[in-house]
């Protein structure tokens, strides 16, 4: 059994407003025994979910478009990013599938019967308690029900773009796509063979 090496936890909430920023102090014990008081803001943002889409007979997969005022600030030339299709799971939500299938429908207007879960991971630890539970699913263009783009009431502006999957790989290696959870997901089906390459 791994010994408890945090105590004397204490919050204080800095911000509540979209997210949760918190300053965290505790106290830690280093490995040699002794405990160090620590100081660390945490960014409590909730879980997200991500899935990519794959069609097996056109060998493509759906990204999205959009802005990221974060990528903007730190250095990407018109704060654009391809990335999955993700978003936060809502209170309304039953599970991670029900939330990601939501944001499918949202964000491209694919509704897909078919998920598979292949992995829950943590996006940035060092600093924010987001996990992200991600997906891969197989589409057909009849089971395109909406035209997608996001939603007008949270100014959502996305671009959704049908990609073959040779072109997506290659855009990875050449830091065209940098965002890691869709560079994970496209490592995913290379490795599994989900589609050629």
């Known amino acids: 059994m791994t010994k408890k090496r945090i105590k004397n936890i204490n919050r204080t909430i800095l911000s509540d407003k979209f997210f949760t920023l918190s ?109 992200f539970s991600c997906f891969v699913g197989e589409y057909t263009d009849k089971m395109k029900t909406n035209d997608g783009g996001g939603l007008d009431t949270e100014n959502e502006d996305i671009e959704i773009l049908e990609i073959p999957f040779t072109k997506a790989i290659a855009m990875m290696v050449n830091g065209d796509i940098i965002d890691a959870k869709t560079i994970l997901l496209l490592q995913h089906v290379q490795i599994k063979k989900l589609l050629q390459q």
């Open 23 to 131: 300053q965290v102090k505790f106290n830690y014990q280093l490995k040699d025994g002794d405990w160090v008081e620590n100081k660390w803001e945490v960014l409590e943002r909730g879980n997200a979910v991500a899935a990519l889409l794959y069609n097996t007979e056109k060998q493509t997969v759906i990204l999205v478009k959009q802005f990221r005022l974060p990528a903007y600030m730190n250095g990407v030339e018109g704060g654009f990013l391809l990335e999955v299709p993700a978003g936060m799971l809502e209170k309304d939500d039953s599970s991670t599938e029900e939330a990601i299938r939501r944001e499918l429908l949202e964000e491209t207007g694919y509704n897909i019967p078919k998920l598979t879960e292949i992995y829950s991971a943590f996006a940035t630890p060092g600093c924010s308690t987001e996990r």
